[in-house]
């Protein structure tokens, strides 16, 4: 599904509304004061100004947190002038706004992050200059929820190698399906030592930079080491270019005998548009089902979300039959938007399934038509696919794990034995749908709150794992039995019975042998382009 056109909006024509009402004449006309939450009436507004005022009259009545805004007056959005472009003074703004509500837990804002200047959640992407194949961030370039991609295909690595210096091993730790390094026949596990004839990992600090304009340029050549079951192997030295291509959300499905039990792997990117992801679930788990499945590993150690409709296809194909007309979970919008008071949404239109305007005796249906209330945002398992009985999954996960996947993860875990392996999830209970402002900006405020049927959703600091393990094992593909993370899930399944041996692989770093385990994952390259986020596009509208 594509996400709507753009929409010019309607708030110039409102603001000025105001100052063409008739007043009666007096020989001493007094100033007309502006009342809350109105912007002032003045001769000249620049369409900037407008625009910021816009992103505050917006989040003022439908933000999640909208009860720590303070009044326009005191907040005064036009003072947001001082970046270097008008987005860049947008981006300041939206994260003013974002640092307001603090969470009484941490002491810290809902929405505070790691990156300065930055929300946890909320964002504003410049239409305008996007990938127009991706739908990403700002600055972002990897496969879309589309599937689509317009990049090398791949996701990089950067790991640790040494206690007192910053050398590093750089890996491939994916490939993304179809795309230019794939049909060069790159896998996960491949490591990186040249770059455009430049040798690397002696040090992170001096090559990051290198790399990163490396793999963001249009044509690159790599060589390195092949690495099999876990050792390093042949060398090899392929040329990529850029290149748009179409890609699975999928990185591989795989069946393993552990004893008795037959489990199902599933590795998956993100949770891309039904028309991206729902025949690749279908193949899975009707091969799930023909091959006896009886527990699953989910691997979902590199999602940020996505789609929350695909997500409940992938909870209802997971899902045990006896959860079926059960709750699945709940969004909770902030009051003004469950009491259907948020007018400032008749601006943004409510588009049907193919980006076309939608009409309703003769008026164009908008956002504002739409109900918020609990009840029409509660969903329930429905449920499809040929597994009915499924009673234990593993989910593998990690910092880069979010939104939507915790989603999935909340739903399942009053109605199943949910393990967690791997390191702590990145926590987003929050999801939205973009407000187009300027006929140029998407502003995606963080709108809902996710809970399950137990009422549990305040996983704002993301889920700690049940086995905790930072071991990231970049010497093996998905799906490889030996891998760090899918052999805990293993062995958690069926304990007592031995899937794979783990070896203790050694590898050569700058001349030095250095245990493969002892690798410490560093802070992401350029593979740090996944989308982050929980996009609703299901809507109830008022009766």
């Known amino acids: 599904m594509k996400l709507k056109p753009l929409f010019i909006l309607a708030l110039l024509a409102v603001i000025f509304a105001s100052s063409c009402k008739k007043t009666k004449v007096t020989p001493t006309p007094t100033p007309v004061t502006p009342t809350p939450e109105q912007p002032p009436v003045t001769p000249t507004v620049s369409r900037a100004d407008l625009t910021r005022d816009s992103i505050f009259l917006y989040a003022k009545q439908i933000y999640l947190w909208s009860d720590a805004l303070p009044t326009y007056e005191v907040f005064n959005p036009r003072k947001y002038t001082s970046g270097s472009s008008d987005l860049a003074n947008y981006n300041s703004e939206l994260y003013a706004i974002t640092q307001l509500k603090i969470n009484p837990s941490t002491g810290k804002p809902y929405e505070a992050s790691s990156s300065s200047g930055s929300s946890k959640y909320s964002y504003i992407q410049d ?98 080491t092949k690495y099999v079951d876990g050792v390093a192997g042949a060398a090899f030295t392929v040329s990529l270019t850029k290149a748009v291509y179409k890609s699975s959300p999928i990185y591989a499905t795989k069946v393993f005998t552990a004893g008795s039990k037959k489990v199902g792997y599933l590795a998956y990117a993100r949770f891309s548009s039904m028309a991206n992801s729902q025949a690749a679930f279908d193949a899975a788990f009707s091969n799930f089902n023909t091959n006896g499945v009886t527990d699953l ?82 969903e329930k398992f429905n449920k499809t696919g040929p597994l009915q009985n499924v009673k234990n999954i593993v989910f593998i996960v990690s910092g880069n794990t979010a939104s939507a996947s915790e989603l999935v993860i909340n739903s399942l875990k009053p109605y199943m034995t949910v393990t967690l392996v791997g390191t702590k999830t990145y926590g987003k209970p929050v999801g939205f749908f973009p407000v187009t402002i300027e006929n140029r900006y998407d502003v995606y405020f963080s709108l809902f709150q996710s809970k399950n049927s137990l009422g549990q959703g305040d996983y704002f600091d993301g889920f700690t794992p049940d086995i905790v393990d ?64 929980m996009i609703e596009t299901k809507h109830t509208l008022k009766k």
């Open 127 to 224: 239409i305008t200059t996007k990938n127009p194949t991706a739908f990403v961030q700002t600055e972002k370039s990897s496969v879309d929820l589309e599937g689509n991609g317009n990049d090398l295909g791949v996701k990089l690595g950067a790991y640790g190698t040494s206690s007192s210096t910053d050398a590093f091993a750089l890996f491939i730790t994916a490939v993304y399906q179809n795309s230019p390094a794939d049909k060069a026949g790159m896998v996960r596990s491949d490591r990186v030592t040249k770059i455009n004839g430049r040798s690397i990992g002696s040090s992170f600090a001096s090559d990051v930079d290198f790399i990163n304009t490396a793999f963001n340029g249009t044509t690159i050549t790599l060589e390195g």
């Open 297 to 378: 590993v989910i691997d979902l150690r590199y999602n940020g979300g996505g789609y929350v409709n695909t997500a409940q296809y992938l909870i209802d194909q997971i899902a045990p039959s006896s959860a079926n007309g059960q709750m699945m979970f709940a969004e909770y919008y902030n009051s003004l938007m469950q009491s259907g008071q948020a007018t400032i949404l008749s601006n943004q239109p409510l588009l049907d399934g193919n980006g076309k305007v939608q009409y309703q005796n003769g008026k164009i249906v908008t956002y504002a038509n739409v109900s918020y209330t609990v009840a029409n945002n509660t």
């Open 470 to 533: 930072t071991y990231d094992d970049p010497l093996r593909n998905f799906g490889d039995p030996k891998e760090n993370y899918l052999a805990k899930a293993l062995n958690s399944i069926a304990p007592s019975v031995t899937v794979t041996a783990k070896a203790n692989i050694s590898m050569s770093i700058q001349g030095q042998k250095v245990s493969a385990q002892s690798l410490s994952p560093m802070r992401p390259l350029v593979d740090g382009n996944e989308f982050v986020g």
